[in-house]
């Protein structure tokens, strides 16, 4: 286990749309990093990490970070999960904002609700706080075709200063396996985090 100082710290926010495997796999790069992260999901979530991956994610914030302690055998202190209302977080004031906000998987819905600067919900609130205080917020859309509206409100945010990271993954590198598939997205955001990893071949290097 790594115990040496955490670099950074990152919110990561998994809604209702489907691609959980994403979200999960981008937890396990993160925390394997050493990077502090703040967990905040959606109930819709849990329904979908129940679908996809036959993970019942504990509705208790504090079960949810003992579950993930063991899970990916990481310290105590480095997972924060919070509830979607506990307005207390320290993402929910820009006097505390982290490094960077990953939406991973996100909903159409929570998508235009951040495009329309709502904050009913602590996810909303949290990325809000990131567009206002120039942070770096990623949002990973799951979903086609995009209607117009989907595509008006990307726009909105990526001019805004959000980086519109659909969860499309490439083929050059070859996949062998699902996991390779997954591990193509989660790398491309992990470039855009600044956080390094060797998930996948890199275009133009040789594969080892």
């Not at 951040?114 to 799951?142: F, T, Y």
């Not at 083929?171 to 390779?180: A, G, K, N, S």
Request: charged letters at 20%; a neutral charge.
């Amino acid at each position: 286990m790594n115990k040496t100082k955490t670099k950074k710290t990152i919110t990561l926010a998994f809604t209702g749309a489907s691609g959980m495997p994403y979200g999960i796999r981008l937890l396990e790069m993160l925390l394997a990093e050493n990077v502090q992260v703040y967990l905040l999901y959606s109930q819709v979530a849990q329904v979908v990490a129940q679908q996809e991956m036959r993970i019942s994610l504990p509705s208790r914030a504090k079960e949810a970070e003992e579950f993930f302690n063991r899970r990916f055998n990481v310290a105590e202190d480095q997972l924060r999960v919070f509830g979607r209302e506990e307005w207390f977080a320290p993402v929910a004031s820009g006097s505390n904002p982290t490094d960077a906000m990953v939406i991973c998987p996100c909903t159409m819905g929570t998508l235009a609700a951040v495009a329309a600067g709502l904050n009913q919900k602590l996810i909303e609130r949290a990325a809000d706080v990131m567009l206002k205080e120039n942070r770096r917020l990623i949002i990973v859309p799951r979903e086609m075709p995009f209607s117009v509206i989907h595509l008006e409100n990307m726009l909105k945010l990526a001019r805004s200063g959000a980086v519109i990271l659909p969860a499309n993954p490439g083929f050059y590198h070859h996949p062998e396996c699902l996991q390779d598939i997954v591990d193509f997205v989660v790398a491309r955001i992990l470039d855009h985090l600044g956080v390094a990893h060797t998930l996948m071949t890199r275009w133009g290097e040789k594969s080892e």
